[in-house]
Structure formats: structure tokens, C-alpha cells
Nanobody
Framework: QVQLVESGGGLVQAGGSLRLSCVAS????????MGWYRQAPGKQREWVAS???????NYADSVKGRFTISRDNAKNTVYLQMNSLKPEDTAVYYC???????????????WGKGTLVTVSS
């Protein structure tokens, strides 16, 4: 079994910054892609950013130039540095690892429970 645990959420004023972290632990052999999603109140969950094992990144247009995703493969940790935050960034942010391979070669999709980011105007 694998667990993803997010941290770093909180309340920040518009224009401020936050850094989210997500640690994957458990029976892990390899993790290819790690990513972040968010869900604002009353809205569907949306993809924010992702990073592959080799470091290539992708971002949603709404966060491009403001958010930076990175990872520490040795620590099975992914980060999301969020700068120039806007009230519309307010959401629960979820960590996702869509293909985690365990020690016996099985692959599965895992999600964290989320961390709340609130941006005040």
C-alpha cells in the first residue's frame, strides 16, 4: 500500500506565495509521473501541473508562469511552489501519482487527501 500526504496549505493574501509538499511512502519501487490537482468550492477537480521522473514539467494555462512543480526522487516527494497567488487559486490541492509501481511490479493510481489553500483579496 502507498500513501500520499500533502502539506503546506494555508491562508495567504493575494500576491503572496505558498509551497506545497507531497510525500509518497509505502511499498514503492518507482513513481513515473507526479502531479497536482485542485478543486475549488462548487467546481470540478482540475489538473494543475505534473512532472515526470526525468524532470519534464507541464502546467495548466491558468498557473503557467506563477507555479513551479519540482520533485526529489530520492525522497519520493513532489513540490508545488505557488507565487503571485490570486483569490481564484483558492481550492483544495491534491497530490496524484497515477502509476506507482510496487516491489512486485504492480502499478496503481494514488491520491492524497488534499490540503486547503485560501487566498484572500
Amino acid at each position: 500500500q502507498v500513501q500520499l500526504v500533502e502539506s503546506g496549505g494555508g491562508l495567504v493574501q493575494a500576491g503572496g506565495s505558498l509551497r506545497l509538499s507531497c510525500v509518497a511512502s509505502g511499498n514503492i519501487f518507482s513513481i513515473d509521473v507526479m502531479g497536482w490537482y485542485r478543486q475549488a468550492p462548487g467546481k470540478q477537480r482540475e489538473w494543475v501541473a505534473s512532472i515526470v521522473n526525468g524532470g519534464r514539467t507541464n502546467y495548466a494555462d491558468s498557473v503557467k508562469g506563477r507555479f513551479t512543480i519540482s520533485r526529489d526522487n530520492a525522497k519520493n516527494t513532489v513540490y508545488l511552489q505557488m507565487n503571485s497567488l490570486k483569490p481564484e487559486d483558492t481550492a483544495v490541492y491534491y497530490c496524484n501519482a497515477p502509476w506507482v509501481v510496487d516491489e512486485v511490479g504492480r502499478g496503481s493510481d494514488y491520491w492524497g487527501k488534499g490540503t486547503l489553500v485560501t487566498v484572500s483579496s
